[in-house]
Each structure stands twice: as structure tokens, then as C-alpha cells.
């Protein structure tokens, strides 16, 4: 290796040896140099360092014989071109091994001389050489560490996860990468700068010794307070409570059963049609009649008392409460007075989808009778599913924004609807209190000051007067009431008072349209009273036996029941419901009452 500072070349092992310094340009005179120092070195013993002797005859023959050994050579080597300044010699070099025996260095050495009487090696080709076995070393070693990456990829597919847990702490001691001090010393003690110190180490358990403790402090137990009668008195309270609760819990769930019982019984009810039930019904006379008699209630209390017929006043809002399938669509539109705005709620959905599909064919059919044209009235339908019982009415957001009054007992508010009707369902409100509550606060607060409430319901006097006659159960074969023929805490009254006025159950049977269905009693002058607690006035209450009476010879009325085929047509004025239907169609009645 050439060296600026001195000026010379210093020897280095020929399996490191660099090029040579590209600052020093190369001359002839050095090369001679070279051979000169590097035979004078091998002709030395070998020191301690490990140089190696060279004692070979016919090399030295052949460097006395070399003409580059000339004295002048030397000194001329002694003084640079540029500088007079003399050279001084560096001091010796020691070699030392390179992890090879000193044969194999020897003869790598003596390769560089070539052949024996020849010139040796040019700089090069040395360096041609050593760029060779630098490239070689090289790529051996990349090769060795690819070896070493693939063979451990290998070995963690083939099975190092099998060998994850016994190979843990070596894999974790032999880990380069820094790990936390509660990691690095699971297994092995910690070193002693960071070993805790035995003042600092916590004492033995057994040897603490615990201060006396006081005795714990005694409470007075709460029962203690009280005498012995107290707590009996105390315990049987309780009890009573959670029989309350238990019959409280029962009665619910019971409710539950029956509305789900008869929600599931309406929604099974198939659609006949209107041909079906003029024709091939066996109890298509008491149909006809009960359809007039909720023509007749509309046709007498619809419309508003300063209503003028033939005027254009202003129009109703009517809001059916169990309007079922839509059969009163064509009632409400034939009204007195027009009306604006239907809304139809029922709990059974079913029912309330043919309803609307009822409402979407009975406008198709007005379109084709005006032969396209928009039709001149201004009757609207809006469904909605709502039990009526168990759930505020301003529950649906058309019953908000046509007027829903939260306050029943102001006198001076109201709700927006003119008429709420309830047929032929209001007796299913009569299975408690609450739900006769919440029935008569839904229509009281949706009638405005003035508006009437209308509906039909079995009549309690009719119902009573069969228990006199038939006992538990009566009818015939067209219909049937049953009451059970016992109840757990009461029997049927022998005077016609229910007492309570709510939760007297029978089954209904009704044909083609009621199979065994629980209904409840509706005792008049208990749910006359409590109407009148949310502002309800009675008005009107008539069975359909008198309201017959009254109205078959009205000049509306009297022709409607003719069309409606309620009885014939030849001027007779017979009645064509007879035997059984009009013995069915006795025990139900109809009522009015005015929000005052």
C-alpha cells in the first residue's frame, strides 16, 4: 500500500492487499522497488508475528542474477524528481497471518512472480485479480446470507411453530432487536446495575406482624327496631302487594292473549265480495240490516246542526275507530253532508290493507262512471293501524295535524274531527278500566266542541234477558253467547246490574263471520257515566228492533232500506229479515253522544 506521508510502499497480506493509490502515479523504478524489498523480507527469519522465511535456492539465484538489484536503483529511489528534501526508510513492516496455514499464503505470494525467469505480474492484472476475488468474496457472501434467510422461512413453514414454545428463551436471549426490561429478564436474573437493591426488597410475609385489631363493631339489625306484631303486620303487607302484582301481571298477559285472539281472528276473515254476500250468504238479510243501521246513525248525526242541505258548506273530517276492511266507505261518502277527510284505523293489519285497496277500486270505479274525468267531490281515504285501546290516537301524525286535544276536560278545547264512530267493536275496550279509559280519551280527544260520537255494541239488557231465559248459554243456530259457568270471584247478576262494569267475557258466535271469539259485556249506565266524565253527553240510544220502528217509513231512510234489500220491493213493507238473523240482529244496539 503506497503511503503519501513517507513516500513509500508498506506491505499488506497478498488476500487483503488494495489496489494501489491512484494520488501516486505509477513509474517502472518502483515496480524494480518492490521486487527488491519484497525479496529482501522473505529471505528474513520469520518474528513472532508469523512472517515467513524464504529459503529457496533457486529464487535467490534468480534475484542476484536480477538486474533491477543495482545499488544506483536504489538510491535513486532514495530522492523524489520534485523534491531535493532525501527519503528517509520506513521502518519494517511486520506481516501477520490471515487465518490461512503459511504454506497456502507462501504459495499465493510466489504466484504473483509467475514463472520462474520471467516478469513478474503488472499492476494490471494484479488489480484485474483482486477485483476478481473481491467480486467472488462478495457474492459468496450474499449467496451464504440468502442461504441462511431461505433456510430460516423454511424452517418456520415446515415446523417452527410446532417448536415456537421450547424454543421461546433461546430465540428470545439470541434476539437482536431491544425488547423491554419486563420481557428481556422473564428468564434470566437481571444484570447488576440494574439488580434491586436488598433494602429495597420487600420483607417476608410470615415475619410482619399485624397490629391488634379492635373487635368489630355490632349493628343493630333493622328487624330488631320493630315489635313482633309489627313485623307480622310488615309481612303480610308484602305479601299482599305481590299477589297484587302477580294478578296484575296475570291480567295482563291474559289481555294480551284476547287481543292477539281476536286481532288473529279478523285478519283471517277472507274477502268474499259484495256478489258473494248478496247471494250465496246464509246470513246475507241480517247483513243488509245491520248496513242500513249504520246508514241510519250516519244519515241522522253526521252532519253538523247548522248544516244546510244543498249548501256548499264546509266539509267533514270523520275518524272510524275499527273500520275493519272498508265497508263504510261508501256510508261516509253518501253522507248529508260531504265529507272531506276519512280516517280508518284498526289494530288488525290485515284488514286495514284491503281497506285500502277497497278505497283505491271504489275511485277507479267513479273515474270510468265520470268517463275519465276527475270525480266533483272531495272525498278522501287515509289508513292507519292503531289499537285504540292501548295507544293515544295522536299517534298517527294526520290525527295531530287535524287536531288532537290532550286535555279531556277542558271545556273550552277539542280536537279537529267532526264525527268518531266506533262499529261493532267498542265491547272489546270493556276487558278493563284502562282500556274503557283510553277508548273514551282517543275520542274525546279528537272530537272538536260539538262533535258526535256514534257506534253499535251488544246490548247488556238484551244479554241479560237471555241469561234469564237460557242460562249460561243461548242463541240458535245462526249465533251463539256463551258465558263460562264458572268464574273465579263472581257470579251473573240476578238483577241486571254488572257489577264491575268491565271484564265480563263471553264467546261470540256469529256465522260466517265470528267463530268463537271473546267479547266483553258493555253495562250502558256504567259506560254512560264514565263518558260523561271525558265531556261525552248521551244523545241518543236506540236497539235496532225500535231504531226499525222508528225509521222505515222515513222518506231518506224508508227508500234506502229498499235499495239496501232490507225489505221487498212491491210496496208491501215487509221485512225480508226473518227467523234466526232477525233474532240475532235483536240483541245489538246503537248510541250517539255529543262532546260538550
Not at 88 to 98: A, Y
Not at 392 to 400: F, G, H, T
Not at 531 to 556: H, S
Request: proline share 7%; charged share 40%; net charge positive.
Amino acid at each position: 500500500m503506497y503511503d503519501p506521508i513517507h513516500d513509500r510502499y508498506t506491505a499488506v497480506p497478498s488476500d487483503d492487499r488494495p489496489p494501489s493509490s491512484p494520488s501516486k502515479p505509477h513509474r517502472e523504478e518502483d515496480d524494480d522497488y518492490d521486487r527488491e524489498e519484497r525479496d529482501e523480507r522473505y529471505k528474513r527469519p520469520s518474528d513472532a508475528s508469523g512472517g515467513l522465511a524464504y529459503d529457496d535456492d533457486r529464487s535467490a539465484t534468480a534475484r542476484e542474477a536480477s538486474p533491477s538489484r543495482s545499488p544506483e536503483r536504489k538510491r535513486k529511489r532514495s530522492s523524489s524528481p520534485g523534491d531535493g528534501r532525501p527519503r528517509t526508510d520506513s521502518p519494517e513492516v511486520k506481516t501477520e497471518s490471515r487465518h490461512r496455514p503459511r504454506n497456502e499464503r507462501s504459495e499465493q505470494r510466489s504466484e504473483s512472480y509467475g514463472p520462474e525467469g520471467q516478469d513478474p505480474i503488472d499492476d494490471q492484472e494484479r488489480k484485474r485479480l483482486r477485483r476478481y476475488e473481491g467480486e467472488r468474496d462478495r457474492n459468496r457472501r450474499m449467496q451464504g446470507q440468502r442461504r441462511e434467510v431461505n433456510a430460516g422461512a423454511y424452517a418456520r413453514r415446515d415446523g417452527g411453530a410446532r417448536n415456537d414454545q421450547q424454543n421461546r428463551p433461546e430465540r428470545r436471549n439470541s434476539h437482536h432487536r431491544r425488547s423491554p426490561p419486563h420481557f428481556r429478564y422473564r428468564d434470566a436474573p437481571p444484570p447488576p446495575h440494574l439488580a434491586v437493591d436488598r433494602k429495597f426488597e420487600d420483607p417476608d410475609p410470615e415475619k410482619l406482624q399485624e397490629p391488634p385489631r379492635s373487635p368489630p363493631r355490632k349493628f343493630k339489625k333493622p328487624g330488631a327496631r320493630y315489635s313482633q306484631a309489627e313485623r307480622d303486620a310488615l309481612l303480610k303487607e308484602q305479601q299482599r302487594r305481590d299477589a297484587d302484582r302477580e294478578r296484575e301481571a296475570t291480567t295482563v298477559a291474559a289481555s294480551r292473549g284476547v287481543e292477539d285472539v281476536v286481532r288473529s281472528h279478523y285478519n283471517a276473515v277472507p274477502e268474499r265480495g259484495k256478489e258473494w254476500r248478496k247471494t250465496d250468504s246464509k246470513i246475507r238479510g241480517l247483513r243488509s240490516f245491520n248496513n242500513w243501521i249504520k246508514s241510519t246513525l250516519i244519515q241522522k248525526f253526521a252532519a253538523n246542526d247548522d248544516y244546510q242541505p244543498g249548501s256548499r258548506g264546509e266539509a267533514l273530517k270523520v275518524l272510524d275507530i275499527g273500520c275493519g276492511k272498508g265497508g263504510d266507505l261508501l256510508k261516509w261518502k253518501s253522507a248529508p253532508q260531504p265529507v272531506e277527510l276519512y280516517v280508518g284505523a284498526d289494530s288488525a293489519d290485515v284488514s286495514i290493507s284491503q281497506a285500502k285497496e277497497r278505497f283505491i277500486k271504489m275511485k277507479d270505479e267513479d273515474r270510468r262512471r265520470n268517463r275519465g274525468r276527475p270525480s266533483s267531490d272531495r272525498f278522501h281515504a287515509e289508513f292507519f293501524i292503531l289499537d285504540a285501546w292501548s295507544e293515544p290516537a295522536d299517534k298517527i301524525p294526520l290525527v295531530r295535524e287535524v287536531g288532537y286535544d290532550l286535555d279531556v276536560n277542558n271545556r273550552w278545547g277539542g280536537g279537529g274531527f267532526d264525527v268518531v264512530s266506533l262499529m261493532f267493536c267498542m265491547h272489546y275496550a270493556f276487558e278493563s278500566e284502562d282500556k274503557i279509559k283510553g277508548m273514551l280519551r282517543n275520542v274525546s280527544g279528537s272530537l272538536r266542541r260539538g262533535g258526535r260520537f256514534i257506534g253499535t255494541i251488544p246490548s247488556s239488557e238484551k244479554i241479560f234477558e237471555g241469561i234469564q231465559k237460557e242460562g249460561h248459554e243461548f242463541g240458535n243456530s245462526l249465533y251463539s253467547v256463551k258465558f263460562p259457568k264458572t268464574e273465579a270471584s263472581r257470579e251473573l247478576p240476578t238483577d241486571g246490574t254488572w257489577r264491575p262494569a268491565w271484564g265480563w267475557k263471553y264467546s261470540f258466535f256469529l256465522a260466517e263471520s265470528v267463530e268463537d271469539v271473546p267479547e266483553y259485556v258493555v253495562p250502558w249506565e256504567a259506560f254512560r257515566a264514565l263518558a260523561y266524565e271525558f265531556n261525552l253527553k248521551l244523545e241518543y240510544k236506540r236497539v235496532f228492533e225500535d231504531i226499525w220502528n222508528d225509521e222505515k217509513d222515513d222518506r231518506i231512510l224508508g227508500p234506502l232500506s229498499e235499495r239496501m234489500n232490507v225489505k221487498k220491493r212491491d210496496g208491501s213493507g215487509e221485512m225480508q229479515v226473518k227467523g234466526e238473523e232477525w233474532e240475532a240482529c235483536k240483541i245489538y244496539m246503537g248510541f250517539c253522544f255529543r262532546k260538550i
